[in-house]
């Protein structure tokens, strides 16, 4: 094993890998017997403990949940075809490799009803969207939008009057729109987006969100880029960013990519608060403050790419989210748990949310069942 590899893992077991690390490591392990070696070097570390399939992590959970201090820490790793659970508890790290046996989903009875992505014009007109399909949408002849699968693209139509769309995307999908100027905007699941079928000289192009994306903002000195997110405006001139705000948030979080960004409540631009990047600003709702703090951007857009990372959150947070990108009904009727954080990556287009579901259970206290369509989360037993 070389001096590479080595600090790769030991990074891995300090949950410090980087994105290309982990990709790295995850091909160097495709070989058994680098398997094997890497197997027989976390034995030989003092500070790690590992048996095969009789590690109890229900016990190592239940001796963790009393204090708010500790987190568990999860890991699925398909490169090994089984859940590998990292669980840093009191400061001792235990490795554990559980064969997981997943449900079929097409065998499971859950039944998840597609939802289209829909297109609501200023006139009322609704269009269903087949995210399958490419095609082009006229009207008085002239080409106003053409789809390519989903995204659909506007022509800057020269417009002297400012006509809104709103694209509705629901929950299981993403989708994205190119606006007349050629801004990119990359929209998550159960995101509302309202918009300007074309932007007009001589005035700001405004928009606004509900949900969350990432956009790529053309560069337009004379017509500044204004969002508004419930009581919150970000004003840009050319910049990449995201921004997510969902019903049962409190705050608006933006995240800067590049360029710059300002952040002011709702008629209160002078009072504006500049992100640079790499820095997230949170506009709370309930007293309109926005605090700064420097972020690793990757993890708030993973999604684009169908990654849900989590780190030390919340799983009634981890429960929305899930809801969201798999487009199912989840019920927790465990609410001890709620508040609990959780870390841990899944990619939602490789594993399916029973796949989630069971890598959760596995380490966990919880029992999951299906009810009415429904997958309602439950206690496996009495905490102690």
Same mark, same amino acid.
């Given at each position: 094993m070389n001096e590479t590899i080595k600090r790769i893992i030991n990074k891995y077991l300090a949950d410090d890998l980087t994105e290309e690390e982990s990709e790295l490591l995850m091909e160097w392990l495709d070989d058994a017997e680098h398997k094997k070696i890497f197997e027989e070097y976390i034995r030989l570390d003092g500070a790690i403990n590992k048996s095969l399939h009789s590690f109890d992590a229900l016990e190592a959970y239940q001796k963790a949940i009393p204090s708010a201090t500790k987190v568990v820490t999860f890991r699925y790793e398909n490169v090994f075809k089984y859940a590998a659970i990292l669980m840093s508890l009191v400061g001792i790290g235990y490795m554990c490799y559980l064969q997981l046996n997943i449900p079929d989903p097409t065998n499971s009875g859950l039944k998840v009803v597609d939802k289209p992505v829909l297109l609501k014009k200023s006139n009322g007109e609704i269009v269903q969207i087949d995210i399958e399909k490419n095609q082009d949408y006229k009207e008085g002849g002239n080409i106003i939008w053409r789809q390519e699968k989903n995204k659909i693209i506007y022509e800057d139509q020269l417009a002297t !009057?400012?006509?809104? !769309?709103?694209?509705?995307?629901?929950? /299981?999908?993403? =989708?994205? *729109?190119?606006?007349?100027? /050629?801004?990119?905007?990359?929209?998550?699941?159960?995101?509302?987006?309202?918009?300007?079928?074309? =932007?007009?000289?001589?005035?700001?192009?405004?928009?606004?969100?509900? /949900?969350?994306? $990432? =956009?790529?903002?053309?560069?337009?000195?004379?017509?500044? =880029?204004?969002?508004?997110?419930?009581?919150?405006?970000?004003?840009?001139?050319?910049?990449? $960013?995201?921004?997510?705000? $969902?019903?049962?948030?409190?705050?608006?979080?933006?995240?800067? *990519?590049?360029?710059?960004?300002?952040?002011?409540?709702? /008629?209160?631009?002078? !009072?504006?608060?500049? %992100?640079?990047?790499?820095? &997230?600003?949170?506009?709370?709702?309930?007293? &309109?403050?926005?605090?700064?703090?420097?972020?690793d951007v990757s993890d708030h857009i993973s999604w684009m790419k169908g990654r849900l990372i989590f780190k030390k959150t919340a799983f009634k947070k981890i429960i929305k989210k899930l809801e969201r990108f798999y487009n199912v009904k989840i019920v927790n009727n465990y609410?001890? %748990?709620?508040?609990?954080? $959780?870390t841990g990556v899944f990619d939602t287009e490789e594993e399916s949310i029973l796949d989630v579901l069971e890598v959760i259970k596995n380490y966990s206290p919880i029992e999951w069942h299906l009810k009415d369509n429904t997958i309602v989360i439950t206690s496996q037993r009495e905490i102690e």
């Open positions: !009057n400012v006509v809104y !769309n709103e694209v509705v995307v629901p929950e /299981g999908k993403r =989708f994205k *729109v190119v606006l007349s100027d /050629g801004t990119l905007v990359h929209l998550n699941s159960g995101t509302t987006f309202k918009y300007p079928v074309d =932007f007009v000289a001589n005035k700001n192009r405004q928009v606004y969100l509900k /949900g969350e994306a $990432f =956009f790529d903002v053309k560069r337009d000195e004379e017509k500044p =880029f204004m969002v508004e997110v419930d009581q919150m405006n970000i004003r840009v001139l050319g910049t990449q $960013f995201n921004v997510a705000m $969902f019903p049962e948030d409190q705050e608006v979080n933006t995240v800067l *990519v590049e360029g710059s960004v300002a952040l002011y409540a709702t /008629g209160k631009e002078k !009072n504006g608060v500049k %992100l640079t990047p790499n820095q &997230k600003g949170v506009f709370q709702k309930g007293n &309109k403050k926005i605090t700064v703090s420097d972020v609410p001890e %748990l709620d508040n609990h954080e $959780f």
